[in-house]
């Protein structure tokens, strides 16, 4: 069971991984419930694998067949020769350098779509927001 709570503003949830551990995961509000996994990488030869992390994978809706998720790039080195093409797959995705072999820095980001198979089916949205967040029946 997922438990959301807001406290100093914050809004986050509260699981337990497939160890047991309880863990943490702040929200960020969008359209769509979205989870991100971000990072720090080094290019060898113009190329680098990511590969995402198990809790991440554990939380978010990614079809192996069909690998959605958007990722933001952002060189951090002068070194970078060209643009950087992203290629996605069902649990890494791979950065390379269009016009080069270099060894430049880049951030990343990574979001997709939470599970959510914890919501009812049977009840809108607006009334399962409403019946966690806002109702305060004693």
């Keep these: 069971?997922?438990?959301?709570?807001?406290?100093?503003?914050?809004?986050?949830?509260?699981?337990?991984?497939?160890?047991?551990?309880?863990?943490v995961q702040f929200i960020e509000t969008s359209p769509q419930p979205y989870l991100f996994d971000r990072?720090?990488?080094n290019l060898d030869d113009g190329v680098a694998?990511?590969?995402?992390?198990?809790?991440?994978l554990e939380s978010v809706e990614i079809d192996p067949d069909n690998p959605y998720?958007?990722?933001?790039?952002?060189?951090?080195s002068l070194r970078v020769q060209g643009p950087l093409i992203v290629q996605k797959f069902a649990r890494e995705?791979?950065?390379v350098e269009a016009k080069g072999q270099s060894d430049a820095s880049f951030?990343?980001?990574?979001?997709?779509v939470k599970k959510v198979e914890d919501i009812p089916q049977k009840y809108p949205l607006q009334e399962v927001f409403e019946r966690r967040f806002l109702r305060h029946d004693n």
């Design 69 to 76: 998720y958007q990722v933001q790039v952002t060189p951090t």
């Design 39 to 41: 990072g720090s990488s």
């Design 49 to 56: 694998v990511i590969a995402l992390h198990p809790l991440f």
């Design 1 to 23: 069971a997922i438990s959301i709570m807001m406290r100093d503003g914050y809004l986050y949830s509260v699981f337990e991984d497939r160890n047991h551990q309880k863990r």
């Design 107 to 112: 951030d990343w980001e990574v979001a997709a």
């Design 93 to 95: 995705f791979r950065v």
